[in-house]
């Protein structure tokens, strides 16, 4: 029989985790983002005191785990996921065979009081909550999310061709030429020694190229900046992190900033110094990702959230996340 609890206080929490990690490394399609490193460190730089975390336990196993919090927005109070706007898929961890499970989390939502409304958005086409059952004093309102393109990866690096269209791979072969010409040219994995100098190089980077276009990136904002210090950190000791240098000489031309889990790889941001934009870096930086996963036995390199233009240059096919809002009925 499967049983509901919630969890409400930052105590209870953290003595979750363990059993939360093992859940998370038992799920197959599980994501980083679904990662108790991934949330708990955003819950660190962004929670607030109204926590609401789900759990469902059968014989005394934990089996799912659904992160919450409440918020008054806009006058309305709101249920919304641990990891919201920085994380670009959400869903209930679920491990268990029974579909229902997912559906036992939301009926649980049915007997607290106060709440409004519940808006979980960029599910992933297969979230476990997008197969559960809307409790019947809820109402479902589904709408479509952002999209995230997806390149389906080969066996084999020289197999990329396969997949990469040839232009793509004609501006990568002829880039990498140019800046073999340029100087020593060299892509470098962050380790626990050098990991928090690379995500300032990261941070740089990425300013460096979005200030021009939109005057700042996303990481502007020191609170965003803190989080994702600390999550680096934390999906490094996990073994997920993949943050990479593209070195040019001396001078440090591009950075990528992404995870592998799961036999999946996730380009989460980049960010390249536009002094080096004849180099293309960015182009270079997202290949060697590219083939890095493929080495590492990953079956898709996914882009995440957004529509750009290079992202298809490479492949990847769209992917719509889904929003789920439930409200009470009247």
């Known amino acids: 029989m499967v049983r509901i609890e919630r969890v409400t206080s930052e105590v209870a929490m953290d003595r979750l985790v363990p059993e939360w990690r093992v859940l998370w490394q038992k799920v197959p399609d599980a994501t980083p983002f679904q990662s108790p490193e991934w949330l708990l460190s955003w819950w660190g730089c962004f929670g607030n005191e109204a926590l609401f975390v789900l759990t469902a336990r059968e014989d005394g196993q934990l089996i799912a785990v659904l992160p919450l919090y409440e918020l008054d927005e806009a006058g309305c109070r709101k249920l919304l996921p641990i990891g919201i706007s920085l994380s670009d898929y959400l869903d209930a961890l679920v491990n268990s ?18 709440w409004e409304e519940c808006y979980i958005p960029e599910l992933p086409p297969r979230a476990a909550l997008l197969a559960a059952r809307c409790p019947a004093p809820l109402m479902a309102n589904r709408s479509t999310g952002e999209t995230c393109p997806v390149l389906a990866l080969p066996p084999a690096v020289a197999e990329l061709r396969e997949v990469v269209p040839r232009k793509t791979l004609r501006d990568l072969r002829q880039a990498r030429r140019r800046a073999d010409a340029a100087g020593r040219v060299e892509a470098i994995r962050a380790d626990a020694s050098t990991v928090s100098g690379f995500m300032q190089e990261f941070f740089r980077l990425h300013e460096d190229r979005w200030r021009p276009i939109a005057g700042h990136g996303v990481c502007a904002d020191p609170s965003v900046r803190d989080f994702h210090l600390t999550a680096a950190q934390r999906m490094l000791d996990a073994g997920m992190l993949r943050l990479y240098l593209l070195r040019v000489g001396n001078s440090t031309a591009a950075a990528y900033y992404g995870f592998t889990a799961k036999r999946t790889a996730y380009a989460y941001l980049s960010g390249f110094d536009p002094k ?3 180099l293309s870096p960015g182009t270079q930086i997202v290949a060697h990702a590219i083939e890095e996963a493929v080495r590492e036995g990953a079956h898709e390199f996914h882009f995440l959230r957004g529509a750009e233009t290079y992202k298809y240059a490479w492949g990847a096919v769209d992917r719509p996340n889904t929003a789920l809002t439930l409200r009470r009925k009247c």
């Open 276 to 278: 080096f934009a004849e």
């Open 97 to 114: 065979n029974d579909p229902g499970t997912a559906g036992e989390l939301l009926a649980s939502l049915v007997d607290l009081p106060g």
